[in-house]
């Protein structure tokens, strides 16, 4: 790829990044449009819409964006938790690598780049026309001296790198003890999940757990709540809600009110539409109350079990409750709005093969998603795409279409494809057997974080050959030379890549293209007074996708540092708009307490270890043998500091220490409402299905659920 190439992959970005913060700037101050850019002010009551015009409203404005920048740590952790306060944490820690590397890269390791010759010598005269090669190792003569500014550089970035790492997850650890500290009590502290119980003939599953735990938990056990089978009923309850939304815009639609001509005939129609709707609705409830009196005969095999102390129910999570381990296995309970409802696998056996038939889905996923990223790697290639297709030869020897298809094409063609993987790998996470909404999005995250990284880094190097990977698998001794050949050789279009991927994508996350649309189109068959619906942060689309922009950051800062400073204009423009995005549209669905930091931890390592088998390969392929055997202790010395962060930190975010669960259970023997709060535990975990639904006209049989779930 040629300069030029890339300066219109730029353009046409940049374009794009300008137009979405315009359009932002004026479509937030619509009225009409609150409920995409500012639906969590609305629902919280603290934003109203303005009904008068004025001329404001058509001017462009930046006041956000200073807002945005103003909002401190300890005001974010109370709009969103401290998920929220992790993921910023995640964007000013990219900041400060890349900050340094692009310092050490562009004032260092760019000359000395441009300086060699091993390609070609720099054309200043006709710069626009200068392969992007130029300005990668790959110029750089083997052999040369030259090449140790490379080698000290991998040294003094991955020293900086995990100098960070370090105080990062020492700093979260303490911010995570320290939001338990400061926390009141919470249902899921004192709440463990049991599931394959097994059956008794002797009594209920509900009397098969309580009295298994109280005999051996007597002091303090507390009680229990069985879980039910209530797919059928959730159907239904869903049903009942889209209709009682219509019966709702059917009576508030003011076009459907009586007028002069003809207004008598359009009342009539209405008001039957009104009854049939109606009648419907209580039809629906009266089976939703039959179908909750028969979920009493469909428990399942699961329930929640209370304890008196934190301690108490982390003694019985930690503890193997049988002598067959298969039963009675224990999870700690989400919290009470985190739980997933509609999937509860109950069976040892069945979760296994559920994770196991995952696997080869996710497998075979990964394998198809091959065909793009082949499309895409024609595209690259002009000679290549001209013998496929002849008669695009004309059309190609112009040199602004060959630029646009050679430079910005191939990323949003992968990029578009890339939107399908996020929601993909939800999905296939929900029927895995998780039972809360936390556990899923951490699966899908890393989910589609490997997915990523092998489909669109390491399938782009190979050129999407499944022979050429499975090369790779089955001889690791070779790849640091594949690798050396093959990574500075898509430097180019990853260079684009971060810029299409990265600013476009940023900028459309502020703008929120597809709710304005679907905003836009359900606007008229809606009502001013609806409940407004707050979406949450989908942790499991944009951690992967700044942690892979984050890896293609490390492992391309010394061979083609031109990628640095796009990657820091990304990770500016995410900084201020997630922000804004936190403020204004998304409201926490459930709190991990910064679970999501190990995720982060664990891919900046494998960044790194990445990096150093790629540096092994060049410095050899260069000629400089002894770089490339000094390089060797760099990845070992990683992986050992891993080790150490792995044994000093990561327990922090699997439980919660005795000292920390007693330190608090004390705190509470002091409490006066703490016996309130252990009565209150049965409610907290009930199935919303079994909830009473009170959305007809006819209600008074439909006070309370027909069974109870104590």
Known sequence: MIVSALLTSVGINTALCVLFFTLYSVLRKQPSNYEVYSPRLLAEGTSKRRSRFNLERLIPSPGWVAKAWRLSEEELLSLSGLDGVVFMRMITFSLKIFTFAGIVGILVLLPVNCWGNQLKDIDVADFANNSLDVFTISNVNSGSHWLWVHFSAVYIVTGFICILLFYEYKYISSRRISYFYSSEPQPHHFTILVLSIPRSSSGSISDNVESFFKELYPSTYLSNVVIHRTRKIRSLVNEAKKLYKRVTQLRSDPTQQKNEHGGLLRNFGRKNSIEHYEKKLEDIEENVRLKQSEASLAEARAAFVFFKSRFGAATAFHMQQSVNPT??????????????????????????????????????????????????????????????????????????????????LPSLILQLFLKLVPPVMEFL?????????????????????????????????????????????????????????????????????????????????????????????????????????????????????????????????????????????????????????????????????????????????????????IAVGIFAAKKLSLASTLIIPLPVLTLLFNEYCR?????????????????????DENDTTIAEFHDNLVNAYKDPSLLPIRHSSNTEGLRSPLISQA
């Open 647 to 667: 044994k000093r930190f990561l327990p922090i975010f699997v439980a919660y220490s005795a000292e920390s669960l007693i330190k608090k259970d004390r705190e």
């Open 327 to 408: 039963q009675w296995i224990t999870e700690f309970a989400p919290e009470p709005r985190d739980v997933y409802w509609p999937f509860f696998s109950e069976s040892f056996m069945r979760r296994w093969i559920s994770k196991l038939v995952i696997v080869v889905v996710c497998t075979l996923y990964t394998i198809t998603f091959l065909i793009p990223v082949v499309i895409v790697q024609g595209l690259t290639n002009l000679s290549q795409l001209e013998i496929l297709f002849p008669f695009l030869t004309s059309i190609l020897s112009i040199k602004f279409v060959s630029q646009i298809v050679t430079g910005y």
């Open 429 to 613: 996470s929900s029927i895995q057997g998780y039972i809360s909404h936390s556990d899923i999005e951490k699966s899908a995250c890393n989910k589609v974080l490997w997915f990523t990284i092998w489909n669109v880094f390491f399938a782009t190097l190979f050129s999407g050959s499944i022979l050429s990977m499975l090369s790779v698998i089955l001889d690791p001794k070779g790849l640091p030379g594949k690798l050396a050949v093959a990574v500075p050789a898509q430097a180019s279009f990853f260079i684009t890549y971060v810029v299409t991927s990265g600013w476009t994508s940023v900028s459309s996350e502020l703008f929120l293209i597809i709710p304005f649309i679907i905003n836009l189109i359900t606007r008229p068959f809606t009502s001013s007074d609806d409940k407004v619906e707050v979406p949450s942060f989908p942790y499991h689309r944009d951690i992967p996708r700044v942690l892979f922009l984050g890896l293609l950051g490390i492992t391309y800062f010394f061979l083609a540092p031109l990628i640095l400073p796009f990657l820091l204009i990304y990770f500016c423009l995410a900084y201020i708009i997630y922000r804004n995005q936190f403020i204004n549209v998304y409201a926490p669905r459930y709190e991990t307490a910064g679970k999501f930091w190990p995720v982060v931890h664990n891919s900046m390592i494998f960044s790194l270890v990445l990096m150093h088998i």
